[in-house]
């Protein structure tokens, strides 16, 4: 279990400035043009120096981890590209637990996959979400009950704003800051980092993860019920049990894409889930009875009333009153038919299409609902 984190301390191999590299392939949406100047940087010394090199061209920086939660534009980015690949996972006993310290660009499936492998009880209802240790702590991913933020300790960050030491551009340098969780305002799918986006290099983040020898029988949310799922196989599923089922349900909503698995080109969800109050739940109820009693019956439960008197909607029941179906093609995008609230590319898509698309979508639901969706995924460079 021992395993080293030098890595991230590595001398700098740093050399490579890319220039005009295509972005699509990079992104799970395959989607996106060039970025005018690109770099990997595997070390925390290799991120200095492209900030170093951005800041003496005076270039904005995107900072970009498995590009599964990006649209990238489809005359790219006119900036640095800064793709963060610091690899390396670290562990320390603490008590009954252990402190897990991993790099900000290990891919999330594996880190979750390691941590089952070594019997590190927390992480296991995540299996399956795209994206980089990095990505994850900047969305404060979360799927079936479990989120980032419930084991995650603090991070270890670049504060691009404050450079260090002196002035002059060649020499200057960034300081390693350690933000604590509660520094990092998480919230519902969000944190301080996604809300200054490219403001913040992450290069490390610690997880508290438990050795207890049972999943938490508490993972429970609006589409996954761990009780449920102890309960048709007879006994407390083990965390190789938690992450097939997890997996299972994710391909039949589209929401994997891994070899071997139902997959489309796309980054999840493209909308976050409105939170409204008890009044706007009582007009949505009444506006869809009138559009549709039989079908507001069918697609029950699509509101869950939350402990402050508000209700989360799910976007995908709007949707059904609209002919943005599963499905539905326009041009060379369109919504997954597994999955209303999944816009996918379905062939040779540009970034202005799903544009368009998640506008329509958006609006007409507006027009119905009086509902306004929020966009989950990032929009990068110019997209109109
Ligand atoms: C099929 C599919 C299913 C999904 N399911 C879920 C789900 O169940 N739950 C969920 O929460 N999300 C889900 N997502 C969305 C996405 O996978 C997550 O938001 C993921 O955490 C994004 O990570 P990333 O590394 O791909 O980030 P990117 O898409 O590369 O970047 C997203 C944002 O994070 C920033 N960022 C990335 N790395 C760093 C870093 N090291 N330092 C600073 N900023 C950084 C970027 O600048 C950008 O602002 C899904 C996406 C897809 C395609």
């Known amino acids: 279990m021992k395993h080293s984190l030098s890595i991230l301390r590595r ?9 005009n590299v295509l972005l699509a392939r990079l992104t799970t949406f395959e989607v996106g043009g060039k970025a005018r100047f690109f770099t990997e940087a595997h070390s925390i010394e290799e991120v200095k120096e492209a900030l170093a090199f951005a800041r003496a061209k005076s270039l904005r920086v995107f900072v970009l981890g498995g590009g599964s939660n990006v649209v990238i534009a489809d005359n790219g980015f006119d900036g640095l590209v800064l ?3 610091i690899r390396g996972i670290m562990t320390e006993k603490h008590d009954d637990r252990i402190l897990v310290t991993v790099g ?7 880190f979750v996959i390691w941590s089952i492998e070594n019997k590190l ?6 299996s399956g979400v795209p994206g980089t240790v990095g990505g994850a702590v900047v969305a404060n991913l979360g799927a079936y009950g479990a989120q980032c933020s419930d084991t995650f300790v603090s991070a270890e960050i670049i504060d691009t704003l404050r450079p260090f030491g002196r002035s002059d551009a060649e020499n200057e340098s960034w300081e390693v800051q350690v933000i604590k969780n509660e520094e990092c305002d998480f919230s519902y799918h969000d944190s301080m980092f996604g809300r200054e986006s490219g403001r913040y290099v992450v290069v490390c983040a610690t997880f508290l993860l438990s050795t207890g020898s049972t999943t938490a029988l508490s993972y429970k949310d609006n589409r996954f019920d761990m009780a449920s799922l102890t309960a048709e196989l007879g006994h407390t599923p083990t965390q ?6 997890v997996l299972n349900m994710r391909e039949k909503k589209s929401s994997l894409i891994m070899k071997g698995r139902r997959s489309f080109k796309s980054a999840g969800s493209f909308f976050h889930m409105p939170f409204v109050s008890q009044e706007q739940y009582i007009e949505i109820v009444k506006r869809a ?3 549709d009693a039989r079908k507001e019956e069918l697609l029950r439960p699509w509101a869950w009333e939350q402990p402050d008197g508000s209700y989360k909607i799910a976007p995908g029941f709007l949707l059904e009153y609209t002919k943005f179906q599963k499905g539905y093609v326009q041009g060379a995008v369109g919504i997954s038919p597994l999955h209303t609230l999944s816009i996918i590319n379905v062939g040779d898509a540009r970034a202005s299409e799903i544009a ?3 506008r329509d979508m958006k609006h007409t639901v507006e027009k119905i609902f009086n509902i306004h969706l929020e966009r989950e995924v990032e929009y990068i460079g110019d997209i109109h």
């Open 121 to 126: 009880f927390g992480l296991e209802c995540m």
């Open 240 to 245: 190789t049990e938690v992450r097939e089922s």
């Open 356 to 358: 368009e698309l998640a």
């Open 11 to 19: 001398p700098s191999e740093y050399k490579k400035i890319k220039k």
């Open 289 to 291: 009875k009138e559009l």
């Open 83 to 85: 793709a963060v690949r």
């Open 104 to 110: 900000s660009g290990v891919v999330w499936d594996d």
